[in-house]
């Protein structure tokens, strides 16, 4: 098989231009080596030998290779790691409790199997994932990390450094880990922890913090960038003071488990907080210029379909929430959950299919063209619903029906190159006590999405009266200096160029950006410069 995918690469490369091209050349030397089949994953794994021993191979070839291409869609390669278990500060009737694993995750979800498989250490989590998605045709040189696993805020704080520390030193050694694997030819090397190593856990939390902040600015200029960091938590765990460690951290987004803005639902469910907890958490991450994220849970005991979608339309009308992101996580019973015994009981009867899809439906409908639907659904396993929704293509059967949706997911320009022509247009809107200004760059007939910005005006926010809260240029994820397509193409620069005349028309003077730690020499050189872990600029 290794001379037949060599002979493809080195012999017929230059001559294929589309996935066609490839499967015709594909089946020609099956017939030649008498094959069965040559998988697209061993041609890869063939590709970076190649490329890594000096032979130039077209870059385009990865295109036709990759495998679920929309991972990287985006202009980012999102990477999940789990933290460990601990106790969590919430007794919610909904979460399943199993052993060794964080509460409300189950051990047959993908990203807890990952973890499990990797004693839920960062370093090896990050490097296995670093190299999946590599194996599988991706260049993941920029790096959204999403930790999951529960509410952070109340995970330790050496713990939280250490694991933080880890991500950033993971990303920061990919580069010669996956050099001396392509060398040797043997990418199981990875899987018997070779070329590992992970700072251990017995250092102080003044040490801890020290190294961090060293493996950051050596993510400034590595490789594998780390441009952003999500963190999970309640509402009730927001403070300043977390959201200045967390930014400390890295931390650019946070989601929150807002489930529904009702306090009697809330109440029902054992939350643990109310609606005025998740209103002060979102003013709050607003002031220090986070991304805001809420999770929601249609179908909760205590709700209707009505009061969903009542409660879901006031998201958008009632200034003070305004999520920027949101993920729908329709409320199922699992094994191990005190809703798992109300629904034995007769306590609990979840919606029907019909009704959860007509719901999902109403909902979409009403979502604002500065909000990104992120999930539909959370990946749990079919076989562990005992009752509830279990279609795992929501999204999909929505596009089949038709259903018009305006959200930035449904809208962005995955593998669309920049027109021509564009427009960029500013839509404002008042939210947590400040002014929001949603900057895009969108096709003439508004059906695609190239880029956009938040900037944010807060006179109160103890950060700058202007922060920019994202900037996000959409199509394939593009390394610096490789071929352009939409990102790299100056969307960002127009961006910013505008966000900083209007806070500059409305007499500010400062503006500030909460940069992911890979992305501040983009900053850097458009005049800012880095100040307590935002990028600042003069006006």
């Known amino acids: 098989m290794k001379e037949a995918i060599q002979e493809l690469l080195i012999k017929y490369s230059d001559q294929i231009y589309s996935r066609e091209d490839l ?151 990919y580069q010669k880990i996956k050099t001396k694997l392509l060398k040797q030819n043997d990418e199981t090397l990875i899987n018997k922890g070779k070329f590992l190593n992970p700072f251990k856990q017995n250092l102080t939390l003044t040490n801890l913090r020290q190294a961090l902040k060293k493996e950051q600015t050596k993510n400034e200029i590595a490789a594998y960038k780390i441009i952003g960091v999500t963190l999970e938590t309640r509402p009730d765990y927001i403070s300043e003071k977390e959201l200045k460690q967390m930014r400390e951290l890295g931390c650019t987004r ?36 986070f991304k805001v994220t809420y999770h929601l849970m249609p179908a909760l005991p205590g709700a209707t379909p009505q009061k969903d979608l009542e409660c879901f339309k006031r998201l958008f009308t009632d200034a003070r929430f305004q ?47 500065y909000v990104r639907i992120i999930r539909l659904i959370r990946d749990i396993p079919g076989e562990s619903i005992i009752a509830g929704n279990k279609i795992t293509n929501l999204r999909q059967i929505m596009k089949e029906r038709g259903v018009l949706c305006r959200c930035i997911r449904c809208r962005e320009a995955k593998e669309l190159k920049l027109e021509l022509k564009y427009k960029l247009q500013v839509f404002n809107y008042s939210a947590a006590g400040g002014q929001e200004y949603f900057i895009s760059i969108d096709s003439f007939d508004n059906q695609t999405l190239f880029g956009f910005c938040r900037l944010r005006i807060d006179f109160m926010s103890p950060i700058a009266p202007a922060i920019i809260r994202e900037l996000h240029v959409y199509g394939e994820l593009v390394p610096v200096g490789a071929n352009k397509k939409t990102q790299h193409s100056g969307l960002g620069k127009k961006l910013m160029k505008h966000a900083e005349e209007i806070a500059h028309s409305l007499g500010v003077k400062k503006i500030a950006v909460i940069s992911g730690v890979g992305a501040r020499s983009y900053y850097r050189k458009l005049g800012y410069h880095l100040q307590n872990t935002y990028m600042i600029k003069k006006l």
């Open 23 to 173: 499967e015709l050349e594909k089946r020609a030397l099956c017939k030649k080596y008498h094959l069965a089949a040559l998988p697209n994953s061993d041609i890869l794994q063939q590709y970076r030998i190649l490329i890594a021993a000096g032979h130039p191979l077209p870059e385009r070839l990865l295109g036709f290779l990759r495998k679920r291409a929309i991972r990287t869609l985006s202009g980012i390669a999102s990477v999940a790691v789990l933290t460990k278990p601990y106790d969590c500060p919430g007794s919610c009737v909904y979460c399943p409790h199993e052993k060794n694993v964080p509460t409300s995750y189950l051990s047959n979800e993908p990203a807890v199997m990952r973890a499990i498989r990797c004693d839920y250490n960062p370093y090896q989590q990050i490097i296995w994932r670093l190299s999946a998605l590599e194996n599988n045709g991706h260049q993941p040189s920029k790096i959204e990390l999403i930790v999951i696993g529960g509410t952070w805020s109340y995970l330790p704080d050496k713990y939280k450094y250490w694991y933080i520390l880890n991500c950033f030193r993971a990303a920061n050694d």
């Open 254 to 289: 946070v989601e929150i488990g807002v489930q529904i803005i009702d306090d009697k639902i809330l109440k029902i469910n054992r939350r643990g907080h109310d609606v005025a907890a998740i209103t002060l958490a979102t003013k709050l991450l607003r002031q220090y210029g």
């Open 323 to 369: 999520p920027d992101q949101i993920k729908f996580y329709p409320t199922v019973v699992t094994a191990g959950s005190l809703l798992y015994r109300w629904y034995l009981q007769g306590k609990y009867k979840p919606y029907s299919d019909k009704v959860l899809q007509k719901l999902i439906v109403a909902c979409k409908e009403k979502v604002p063209t």
